[in-house]
């Protein structure tokens, strides 16, 4: 039931773009997507509901693939504030229950 | 707003010993959740409240674990004869049903067991 994430890991150089992608075999009500530096809390980035509306703000937006179940993470001309764990949440319903990923790790160098 | 409040910070115990994990929620929020997070994994979700109702409990938690939520404020997390598969970070979350979804965790308690 745990979504899957990929890639695991994703070096950078600043300026550089990522795409992190997860997927769930169950049929999702809605994904989000949090990020987590170290040592801190995750906090919230977006969240996507069925419909496979793309959101975002700035240069980071997302997309969710209803059919598949499917959602992606995009991050054009990263910065070194972008470094941290990323992680995907689904939801079932509308309880606002996560099941997390296991997360993907972005590191930005200069 | 202070954000969600969660204490102790740390906790060191031993094996067998029974420890209890507060949480305070952002004031207006009437969800709250509780998520256990251990290194290079993603928060595991424990429990979830909405106001003073435990609404979900996950499968993996033993009868070991128990929490509560009196009068649909603070919430606490009890974990009885700690194991050391315990150790790990106790993440509480709230949110306002209605709302975006957003989760706003706090910083997390951390659990040692020797």
């Known amino acids: 039931q745990q979504p899957v994430q990929s890639p695991q890991a994703v070096i950078l150089r600043e300026g550089e773009d990522a795409v992190i992608n997860c997927s769930s075999s169950k049929a999702l009500y809605s994904v989000h997507w949090y990020r987590q530096k170290h040592g801190e809390a995750p906090v919230f980035l977006m969240i996507?509901?069925?419909?496979?509306e793309q959101k975002g703000h700035e240069k980071i937006s997302a997309s969710f693939n209803e059919k598949k179940q499917q959602s992606s993470l995009y991050l054009t001309a990263s910065q070194l504030s972008y470094s941290g764990t990323y992680f995907c949440?689904?939801?079932?319903?509308?309880?606002?229950?996560?099941?997390f990923g296991s997360g993907t790790r972005l590191l930005v160098r200069p | 707003d202070t954000g969600v409040s969660q204490n102790p910070r740390h906790k060191i115990t031993k094996r067998g010993q029974n420890v209890t994990f507060r949480c305070d929620p952002i004031s207006e929020h009437n969800r709250l959740y509780w998520y256990r997070q251990t290194l290079g994994q993603g928060p595991e979700f424990l429990t979830y409240f909405q106001n003073e109702a435990q609404l979900e409990k996950s499968r993996l938690l033993s009868d070991r674990f128990s929490a509560e939520r009196p009068k649909g404020s603070f919430s606490t997390l009890e974990i009885q004869r700690t194991e050391q598969g315990d150790s790990a970070m106790y993440l509480c979350?709230?949110?306002?049903?209605?709302?975006?979804?957003?989760?706003?965790f706090g910083e997390g308690s951390r659990l040692t067991v020797l």
């Open positions: 949440g689904t939801e079932m319903d509308s309880s606002y229950k996560l099941i």
């Open positions: 996507l509901l069925k419909g496979g």
């Open positions: 979350a709230s949110s306002l049903s209605g709302e975006t979804g957003e989760l706003f």
